[in-house]
T-cell receptor, first 109, second 116 residues
Framework: QKEVEQNSGPLSVPEGAIASLNCTYS??????FFWYRQYSGKSPELIMS????GDKEDGRFTAQLNKASQYVSLLIRDSQPSDSATYLC?????????FGAGTRLFVKA | GAVVSQHPSWVICKSGTSVKIECRSL??????MFWYRQFPKQSLMLMAT?????????EQGVEKDKFLINHASLTLSTLTVTSAHPEDSSFYIC????????????FGDGTRLSIL
């Protein structure tokens, strides 16, 4: 089992819809969780950090963490074509950060 | 905050040339820096982790004599691709962290390396 699992997609949603991206992980000792967005040909950029169970909202983005079930998700409300990118889930335990392979999101205009 | 500058953005050079890529943290002290490479449509691949003042820790399969990493200060790390060949052509990305285990990595803009 991979340490961080993401569906590679592509996930296709219409403009204005909610995009739901999911990530599961295997290390129960993981403490910090991050979502990065990577546009094609560009480097990843941090969009959300979450450290405790529950929801964390930032604008159109909501990160959800459930440590008991070992998953973290990212919801994007009112999806825009400019949200089309690959979304990387990452987590740390100790001093090591593990990245998922990413989910490609395509928002149709 | 948390800006990481990477230079150069693009490099095109002949086979056999050595290429140096710089990674600077502009507004924080980066006790740990990371070097990744990424091939088209593939995942990030961690090459090495470097801590300021220490030798870099390379991932399995990465040649340390081929990819020289120096992290001499809290704001600068360099990756030198020695005697580069066409198969070294890739997108190289650095990231930096303040070193506290719960802090995220912040990425530079990447360097696209093309070896002719």
């Amino acid at each position: 089992q991979k340490e961080v699992e993401q569906n590679s997609g592509p996930l296709s949603v219409p403009e204005g819809a909610i995009a739901s991206l999911n990530c599961t992980y295997s290390d129960r000792g993981s403490q910090s969780f991050f979502w990065y967005r990577q546009y094609s040909g560009k480097s990843p950029e941090l969009i959300m950090s979450i450290y405790s169970n529950g929801d964390k909202e930032d604008g159109r983005f909501t990160a959800q963490l459930n440590k008991a079930s070992q998953y973290v998700s990212l919801l994007i409300r009112d999806s825009q074509p400019s949200d089309s990118a690959t979304y990387l889930c990452a987590l740390t335990g100790g001093f090591k950060t593990i990245f998922g392979a990413g989910t490609r999101l395509f928002v149709k205009a | 905050g948390a800006v990481v500058s990477q230079h150069p953005s693009w490099v095109i050079c002949k086979s056999g040339t050595s290429v140096k890529i710089e990674c600077r943290s502009l507004d924080f002290q980066a006790t740990t820096m990371f070097w990744y490479r990424q091939f088209p449509k593939q995942s990030l691949m961690l090459m090495a982790t470097s801590n300021e003042g220490s030798k870099a820790t390379y991932e399995q399969g990465v040649e340390k004599d081929k990819f020289l990493i120096n992290h001499a200060s809290l704001t600068l790390s360099t990756l030198t691709v020695t005697s580069a060949h066409p198969e070294d052509s890739s997108f190289y990305i650095c990231s930096a962290s303040s070193g506290t285990s719960n802090q995220p990595q912040h990425f530079g803009d990447g360097t696209r390396l093309s070896i002719l």
